[in-house]
């Protein structure tokens, strides 16, 4: 999977994990939801570029591997 592609399926994951939370926690009140749920998709696009870009995934990868001692 090239780059682009691969930072567009990752901010894609990124958004709809960020709803799902955002719903769950936060009460339902639109304004509020907004609130808390704006700034994390403002974020989204910079946590993509890391984990793509930067090797985030590799280095997540490291820390959460079971195969590595």
Known sequence: MGNF?????TLLALDAVV???????????????LLLVGPALLLAPAI?????????????????DPDEE
């Open 5 to 9: 592609r691969a930072f567009v399926v």
């Open 19 to 33: 709803f799902v939370v955002g719903s769950v926690v936060a009460p339902p009140d639109p304004f509020t939801q």
């Open 48 to 64: 993509a570029w890391w984990l793509v870009y930067r090797d985030g995934f590799a280095r997540l990868q490291g820390v959460v």
